[in-house]
């Protein structure tokens, strides 16, 4: 994965999420990965389109997420947001349909 990153990219993840925040950097995206693993058992990709304009690209996902703290699964819609620079992406804002319901599922 780390080959795709642009040095300075950057995941912005929306408050009320249980990973809300600026992710910096190919170490930074490490550490996401590593959050996502805590709090996730599985995170199954149900269904997935790309929709690409220039350096713009659009992500819509549909995807089965189980928590580790509580067993309990939500399927869900992401739609993520990236930028592309030199090949490399720069910057990924991704949009859960109900970021209220990730956190209810992982007991937060």
């Keep these: ?11 912005r993840q929306a408050p009320g999420l249980p990973y809300a ?15 996502m693993g805590e709090l996730w058992h599985s ?19 549909r995807v089965r997420f189980v928590s580790r703290a509580t067993g309990r699964a939500l399927e869900t819609t992401i739609v993520q947001l990236m930028t592309v620079r030199k090949g490399r992406i720069r910057e990924v804002r991704p949009f859960y349909w109900d970021p209220a319901a990730v956190a209810q599922v992982c007991g937060l």
């Design 21 to 35: 925040g600026d992710w910096r950097g190919p170490e930074g995206m490490e550490q996401f990965m590593a959050v």
């Design 43 to 61: 995170m199954e990709f149900l269904e997935q389109r790309q929709l690409v304009s220039g350096p713009e690209v659009v992500v819509i996902s």
């Design 1 to 11: 994965m780390a080959a795709c990153l642009d040095p300075d990219v950057v995941l």
